[in-house]
């Protein structure tokens, strides 16, 4: 489906933004964007789009960003790569999947595909690896990580409310700790047996005692910047990413791949929108307020958010137009 064929321009105000005026229980925008080689009339006024519109969604609404890039997007982009692999420590990305529909994960390698390799019939693309793997940067520096990787058709940005501590995301992790058991012949390795055992259910986000009065620790603390993470917002992190799985994956729980996931990240363009029904959107979000994606399928940027949010935009995209800077649409 041709974005341009659900999409109308809903005025002058929004432009460059047009508007999905046919859905009314979410705000959808689109904007033409070439991802290729993006000139700087485009990236220059999304940048300043970005900021502006981030600032009133954090002031005024509470909301919080988290960026997520597409692994094949930095491993195609040579001067990406590097940059990413030279963040690497610092940034501490988890790797999750993405998934383009709702229904399947990205499909595994088969038995007969892996004898194909290993008898050097056909050649390892790790690129085919990569499509269905997202890098989450868990609150990172967001502004410096849009600087970075924006305009290369990779990058997704969710915005969340802030939340105070949820004792019952805190009861929930603490019962997966407790619970947690290693099989027979697991317990034959006493590493494994003194990290289960030094677990504290209690502090379900603190490392095992042995690992966390290692002298190592004490090297990775000062290069990762560890004691300085907020614990309630590591919490928060590792159950936004159970939600995402019960939200996006719950037809794949009977995968095997489905345990080992940390977070599920939805690519959504503008055909997965317009099917999608009322109430799986309704399910979108309560995990997050806006979804933003880079979509090269729709040759531009797409915008989902709570229509409450539109006049935030409107009054950046005034902005900018007061400030005379203009978008190039090539």
Known sequence: ??????????????????????????????????????????????????????????????????????????????????????????????????????????????????????????????????????????????????????????????????????????????????????????????RLVAMVEGLDPQKPLEPPSFIRNHPAMAHLNAVMGLQKRDPQKQLQRVMFGHKTKEVFGSSLKTDPAYAGIPFLLPRLSSTTIFQSTVEERVSWFQLFDVYLRESPEDDGMLIAAKPELLSGIVQVVSSLRKDDYRYWEG
């Open 1 to 190: 489906m041709s974005p341009e064929s659900g999409l109308a321009s809903s005025g002058k105000s929004l432009l460059p933004w047009r508007r999905a005026e046919s859905l009314q229980d979410v705000l959808v925008l689109w904007i033409p964007c070439r991802f290729q080689d993006m000139p700087d009339g485009q990236r220059v006024w999304l940048s300043l789009f970005l900021e502006r519109w981030f600032a009133v969604l954090t002031s005024e609404h509470g909301l919080e960003e988290e960026c997520f890039m597409q692994l094949e997007t930095l491993q195609r982009k040579e001067k990406l790569c590097g940059e990413f692999y030279a963040n690497l420590l610092k940034e501490r990305p988890l790797m999750g999947r993405n998934i383009s529909s709702m229904q399947d994960l990205p499909k595994r390698t088969t038995t007969d595909e892996i004898e194909l390799l290993t008898k050097g019939k056909v050649k390892y693309d790790y690129h085919a690896m990569s499509t269905s793997r997202t890098c989450w940067f868990r609150g990172s520096d967001t502004a410096a990580l849009r600087a970075r990787y924006l305009g290369f058709g990779g990058m997704t940005i969710l915005l969340m409310p802030r939340t105070e501590e949820n004792q019952e995301d805190v009861k929930q992790l603490q019962q997966m700790i407790s619970g947690l058991k290693l099989p027979a012949f697991l317990r034959k390795d006493a």
